[in-house]
């Protein structure tokens, strides 16, 4: 019988030296077996019950492994044999022989693998449960591999150069998933549920470069722990509307998508990289979009009330529809929010003061981007009329 298991192996004489155990176990498997006979004898008539098994602990770098002695009071919680064996009763399950561990034996215990063809994707076995690093590149994958999400100790996983369209809801299950590589597949959309599962406390790093994805959902911006993000050779048009909630994001690629102008939260980023190039920026319109309502709606003023106040509210106590118009309220310079009656202005940022490092917008050594600003009121606008200049 064998258990794998991390075991410490400790000298009841450190103490007595002056010497400390290292308090820390290695992945091990351990047997309970039956002990070589001395030239063929017998066992001794009236030997001590439970005498007649020992331990055997094999590692990686012994897997010839170690002999003890096994003794009953240490034998207690070693399953329903080592039980027999303490009560002194004849052992009826047959016991391992004192043979080397195999090293596939360890691959139980293994914390990365990497494959990188499709002839080395493991289709009749599973993964090993306790992966903290997967990367699977160039396998040719239509979709993950539902096998992956089992894997709840995974803290890395890297999925690049395949053929997903689409991940599955359940995704977030990986509960203490830190970076996620997704570059060079096939995606189109991004999907909400991604954002709001256990992701958005554990979520680094997130690589979506060189997909098709048109756009990203507002609740993206939840996930508030990300500080690398990728997002160049997509099709985007613009921005995450609420980008400004990220404010641990440090490392920003945006390049090569159709970016026409920056989100008015954009300016509140405090960036140590920033990679814009390649993208269509519209120049500044000289004109602002005017839609003020006077005097308000019911709808605007119980929404400004309630992002004003910070009243809790969900599709389980609003329509979907308000719930969604809340979520894409934009905010004013004074930092009122509004609805649908605002003024919309056009002005340029120079993304040095955002970001310590800057790729170049375009070829003409240009440091400046269009940003949207926005205005509840003429007295907002007329305030911030220089800036708009």
Known sequence: MRLHCEVEVLSRHLPVLGLKSRGKGVRAVV???????????QPLAGAEPGRGACLLVSTMKDKHGTRYQA???????????????HRGCDISIPLSTLTPVKTSEFEKF???????SKKDYPLSRSFPYSLEHLQTSHCRLARVDM??????NLRKLDLS????????ATIGDLTHLQELNLNDNHLESFAASFCQSTLQKTLQSLDLSKNKIKALPVQFCQLRELRNLNLSDNELIHLPFKIGQLTNLRFLSAARNKITNLPCEFKVLSLEYLDLFGNAFEKPGALPIIKLQVPLTLLESCAQTILSNRIPYGPHIIPFHVCRD??????????RLCLESFIQGTTTINLHSIAHTVVLVDNVDRMEAPIISYFCSLTCYVNSSDILK
Do not use: E
Not at 31 to 41: A, D, H, V
């Open 161 to 168: 150069h395949n053929c997903i369209k689409k991940l599955p």
């Open 110 to 116: 293994k914390t990365k693998m990497v494959i990188t």
């Open 147 to 152: 096998r992956m999400l089992c894997l709840k």
């Open 31 to 41: 047997s309970l077996c039956q002990p070589p006979r001395r030239s063929g004898l």
């Open 326 to 335: 809340l979520d894409t309220a934009k905010t004013c310079v004074c930092g």
């Open 71 to 85: 003794s009953p009071g240490n034998l207690k919680s070693f399953l329903s044999a080592v039980r027999m064996a």
